[in-house]
């Protein structure tokens, strides 16, 4: 039996892995088998700063390329090998609805975020959420993950999303020329970037309330340093002739 080489860690002098490490091409090959399993990736990246370091360099970059192959491309497509904010924050927006709760974003209502099975990222829909000026950058937005009956607020939706190529934006020029203002204690639940608020710099179309199907003044939402987009809506509820046709 041939035993592969182990390397020991040397990222933490208070690391538990005293004995070393696989190589990083048996675990891979390991992820590889297990269809990139983000829990586990997640479950992995606890263990030792060096399980975390290798997550966020491969893991986490193959699961973002098996989940959704022809956005990552287009992200990278630029020539980078990276992308905005790391893979581990852009492998956490693909999966992960950020919710709201007391003293965060958005207080209208208490939704704890949670994991989302399977989600639809749209560089088309990208568009609507864009300034006329702005709409030669490339946006992909998730449709809304409703939370219905949510008492007043009726239904409420939320969404994020992320930019390619943010820093040569022109919705990240436009933000800096209009001296918009950062959160003064909220970041971004992906990447831990302070936040824009793109309804404060009146820099919210109307397009965007006709592309979620929501109500055009209960719209709102923030994109971080890296370019990672979160946001919240209240939903117009389908009436009854509507919801009668839809199947069709």
Known sequence: MILTKQYRCIHS????????HLSEDVIFLVFQQLNWNPKLIATLSCVCKWFDDLSKRVLWKEFCKTRAPKMMLDLQSSGSHSVDGNWRALGKLLIYCSGCSAGRLFNRVQIPGHFVYRTRFSRTSGKSFLLPQCRTDILYVSDPCEHLDQGEEGDVGFFRGVFKSFLVSKVRKMLIDREAKLHPTAVCPYCKAKLWDMLQA?????????????????????????????????????????????PE
Request: proline share 4%.
């Open 13 to 20: 002098s208070s690391c538990q892995c005293t004995k070393g």
């Open 202 to 246: 009146k820099m919210i179309p109307q397009s965007a309330s006709c592309r979620l199907g929501a109500y055009e003044d209960c719209i709102e939402y923030y994109v971080c340093l890296n370019g990672h987009m979160l946001g919240i809506c209240t939903l117009v509820p389908l009436s009854d002739s509507e919801a009668a046709s839809e």
